[in-house]
RNA sequence: GCGGGCGUGGCGGAAUCGGUAGACGCAACGGACUUAAAAUCCGUUGGGCGUAAGCCCGUGGGGGUUCAAGUCCCCCCGCCCGCACCA
């Protein structure tokens, strides 16, 4: 008998061999065919979490799956390690953002590697560190000088109290999360990506990506929001200006009853000066976060601004103007025309206001003289009336007809506009990348000199007072100016984070070149990623932002694809149960004891718990469990089997103590499985038996690989537990015995690479399985010579009969009519007909 | 609000094409081994009726298409995620 599984000492003995023989080091080779795998690169928040253990058991499943079958894999890992909650940490511990940054860094790379994953640890990059940032400053600079980068002005949260911009997430309720002061909106002078000159591209290229799910296409498509519509003017009544009003409804324009702005339209800045009420409303407006949920979900309010404007159709139509808070400058023209009776949110703020609700396109089956709009619009199709020239067309001509005719009238023409805007990537932070730009009063914005890069961050900053650290260093910004050599001030805006993700996967291939970004004998190579893994949550953003920068860098000499991830996959998130004690506050899992009817009290002092809903792990909620831990105590074969079992891996997983049990149970029944081999049974040795196990494990063999190749990893696991089962209770020869269990852990390999590992040397093989290939089905031992179909009678099940796999219909049908509970079911009644679906199902349908 | 997704036993889930609903696991219960416990092994387990054979019901709710619906169509309900300065 052999011992009990040592988790510890065999992933360590494991980890160190592959460390030693740096197994996993990817090497470019262009004789080889290449799989590059990647998963997406962590914050370095601290310790690592669950959704990493998911995230990174995925992706390393795959990069050890595609080794096995043969193929040069890239595999690598680093950190996304600027960000605000660095700042914050530094201001809570007075620590600096870099320290913090660093040894979070190093705790957590201690934990991944305890992980066992394939990873090529010479690649790593943080993306804080000037190494990275320097090439991302020339990228910025490439895509400056191709007219990829421009400066505007753009609006920010502004605290009034701390004198400093805040981020959505900390605005809380329209007020500083620090200061508790309303904040405002003010308008800085920043620097924008033109993501939006790929909008057509970055939409049309949606189409190609056939290995991505569709519904992130679905979403990038929508947030891309092409849509076609016209720019339409209204002239102001009496007055030489216009209101430009961009809409996709042209043809509902006889329905129109007024014309919203934004309260930064110019026009309304221009009335705002003379009306105070109306400035009031407009400083209201711009109170707002900057997000659309606020703006969105807050109540439409509108205010009448008196001014009115000339209907482009009819010159003696005129219309109100009203400022309203849902109108966004960012979008269109920053003013819409409304029509109430064909769009809800107008017809809200129509009932609001008192507004006329003209109906002008009639539903089929609706009768023009009785048709009229209650409190829900009509938003289909249909056929337009009132509506002079375009009465009796449908919704598609009228649409074309009314667009001719504001192009003949000269009153505007037919646009293509897209909700996607420009990136904004300023960031008035220090822990960022510094955007590589001199201000000089003479020359302007001046590019930083190739030579000079990277600007890097001063060391020696005061985070205690508020505002940017780059703004109040006392010499950092203050330089000469590279053009004309007079004083000037450097940038003090950083990168959003964004743009440090946007273009790592592309620096690992070539992640120790020193003087230029990428290497295209690399790049060239390895790129694009075949595989890339990661959480739903990036599905819009910094996908379209990666997809984005590598079309730029292929405008900039830097690569030659255009979309970087051909394969993704998007993982579900890990949730937890969450704890309250009386006093409302949230307790760890470790905190609490369940008992046996399903309450829950306090673990020390025995005060009752209460036990909230099972929801996304977050540190806030404390409903954690820390995966040091997990790993610590079962080992990591036995975390990632967990986070591979049972839940397919798109969906969300709650984790369970449980469920870790039983992760832990199946991999002492592997182990146990060495016993069997080197005791086997072999007297009763039964030709049928052993035939009928091969057949088991071929099948196995083909459909794990099928489940591996579609991720449906838990149903992998569900057949490898399937053939553990049939290899336990196996007695007969044993070379079909041994057969099963050196295919078994040849197929968990990706999955629990440590105790395979041990399990295929222990059975005797020199050569470790890492450097094996992945078995293949014998198709002779796949084919099966019987089937067994359902026999249903008015589509119930009656019987089941087990019959040879050609058989022909009719004699599937006679073996059918022949069973017992057929003829019960049928008795009395006459056939009306029978459907026969060889190797599925047969259907006997009778009368009465 | 807009956009996207999900809903199947006590629980996680399986069901490739519309064709045997509940694979596999967890939990629970019963048993074996043990002085005992742990570990391990064996068995039962959707609900209802029935001594049994068997029958009926059942995939969030309602309707429809079909010989046949978890799967397709329409309506409704519930939950979750994203919304551009969190990453």
């Known amino acids: 008998m052999s011992e009990r599984y040592n988790a510890p000492a065999t992933e360590a003995k494991w980890q160190q061999y592959w460390q030693q023989n740096q197994t996993f080091k990817a090497v470019t080779d262009t004789s080889r065919p290449k799989y590059y795998a990647l998963s997406m690169l962590p914050y370095p928040s601290g310790r690592i979490h669950m959704g990493h253990v998911r995230n990174y058991t995925l992706g390393d499943v795959v990069a050890r799956y595609k080794r096995a079958m043969g193929f040069n894999v890239l595999h690598p890992m680093g950190w996304d390690a600027f960000g605000l909650p660095a700042e914050n940490a530094a201001r809570g511990n007075k620590t600096h953002p870099a320290t913090w940054t660093y040894s979070n860094i190093k705790v957590m790379k201690a934990e991944l590697q305890s992980m066992g994953l394939s990873l090529d640890w010479d690649r790593e990059l943080a993306t804080c560190d000037a190494s990275y940032y320097k090439h991302q400053q020339k990228l910025f600079l490439d895509f400056l000088k191709a007219g990829l980068v421009y400066r505007k002005e753009a609006w920010a949260n502004w605290d009034p109290v701390d004198n400093t911009v805040l981020a959505n997430e900390q605005v809380i309720e329209g007020r500083g999360w620090r200061s508790g002061a309303l904040v405002e909106k003010r308008l800085l002078s920043q620097w924008f990506l033109n993501i939006t000159s790929y909008s057509e591209d970055l939409l049309q290229s949606l189409k190609t990506l056939d290995r991505w799910p569709d519904k992130v296409r679905l979403m990038q498509e929508n947030w891309i929001g092409k849509s076609e519509g016209a720019y339409v003017n209204f002239a102001v009544a009496g007055k030489s200006e216009k209101v430009e009003v961009f809409t996709t409804r042209p043809d509902t324009l006889f329905g129109a009853s007024f014309v919203a702005i934004s309260a930064n339209h110019p026009l309304a800045k221009k009335l705002a000066e003379k009306d105070e009420t109306l400035a009031a409303f407009c400083a209201e407006c711009n109170r707002t976060g900057t997000s659309i949920v606020d703006i969105e979900k807050g109540e439409k309010k509108g205010f009448d601004t008196g001014t009115r404007v000339v209907h482009p159709f009819d010159s003696s139509w005129t219309l109100p103007v009203f400022v309203a808070n849902f109108v966004l400058v960012e979008y269109g023209t920053g003013a819409i025309f409304g029509c109430p009776a064909h769009d809800q949110r107008d017809l809200d703020f129509a009932r609001k206001y008192n507004l006329p609700v003209k109906a002008v396109v009639l539903p089929e089956g609706e009768n023009a003289a009785t048709f009229a709009v209650g409190d829900v619009a009509y938003t289909g199709d249909g056929k337009a009336f009132n509506s002079q020239f375009l009465d009796g067309l449908g919704t598609v001509e009228a649409l074309k007809a009314a667009i001719k005719k504001i192009e003949e009238l000269g009153a505007g023409k037919g646009t293509v506009q897209y909700r996607l805007r420009d990136w904004c990537v300023s960031r008035q932070r220090y822990w960022g990348c510094p955007i590589p730009i001199i201000h000089c009063e003479h020359c302007g914005a001046v590019p930083v000199p190739e030579k000079d890069l990277p600007v890097a961050l001063p060391e020696d900053i005061t985070l205690d007072k508020a505002g940017n650290p780059l ?378």
């Open 471 to 848: 703004d109040h260093h006392p010499t950092w910004k203050h330089v000469t100016c590279p053009q004309c050599g007079k004083p000037a001030v450097r940038e003090t805006d950083t990168c959003d984070t964004f743009v440090d993700s946007s273009w790592y996967y592309a620096r690992y291939c070539s992640a120790t070149c020193e003087d230029k970004p990428v290497d295209p004998k690399d790049v060239d190579y390895w790129l694009p990623v075949d595989q890339y893994v990661g959480g739903v949550e990036h599905a819009i953003l910094h996908l379209l932002y990666a997809r984005f920068f590598a079309r730029a860098m292929k405008a900039t000499g830097h690569l030659k694809i255009d979309e970087p991830f051909v394969g993704l996959f998007t993982q579900g998130m890990v949730c937890h149960e969450s704890y309250k004690d009386e006093t409302g506050a949230w307790l760890y899992p470790e905190e609490v004891k369940r008992n046996p009817d399903g309450s829950g009290v306090h673990a020390q002092t025995g005060r009752p718990v209460t036990i909230g809903r099972i929801e996304v792990m977050s540190k806030s909620k404390k409903n954690v469990v820390d995966p040091g831990k997990i790993i610590k105590l079962y080992g990591a074969d036995t975390a990632r089997l967990f986070m591979l079992s049972d839940s397919p891996p798109e969906r969300d997983i709650e984790w369970s103590e449980a469920g870790v049990e039983g992760s832990w149970r199946f991999i002492g029944r592997l182990w146990r499985l060495l016993d069997k081999v080197a005791a086997p049974t072999n007297e009763k040795d039964s030709a049928d038996k052993a035939l009928a196990l091969r057949q088991m494990i071929h099948r196995t063999i083909a459909d794990f690989t099928g489940d591996i190749e579609r991720f449906h990893f838990n149903r992998a696991v569900a057949r490898a537990r399937e053939m553990t089962n049939a290899l336990e209770s196996f007695e007969g020869d044993a070379a079909a015995l041994r057969e099963g269990v050196e295919t078994l852990v040849r197929l968990l390999n990706p999955m629990l690479p440590h105790i395979t590992e041990e399990i295929w040397q222990q059975l005797g093989h020199a050569t470790p399985l890492v450097q094996g290939t992945w078995p293949k089905a014998d198709p002779a031992l796949l084919v099966e010579s019987t089937t067994t179909i359902a026999v249903q009678v008015n589509g119930k099940l009656r019987a089941t009969i087990t019959i040879p796999k050609e058989a022909p219909p009719k004699a599937i049908e006679e073996a059918a009519l022949a069973e017992a509970g057929v003829k019960r079911a049928m008795e009395g009644k006459a056939v009306k007909k029978i459907i026969v679906v060889p190797n599925k199902i047969v259907n006997i349908v009778v009368t009465g």
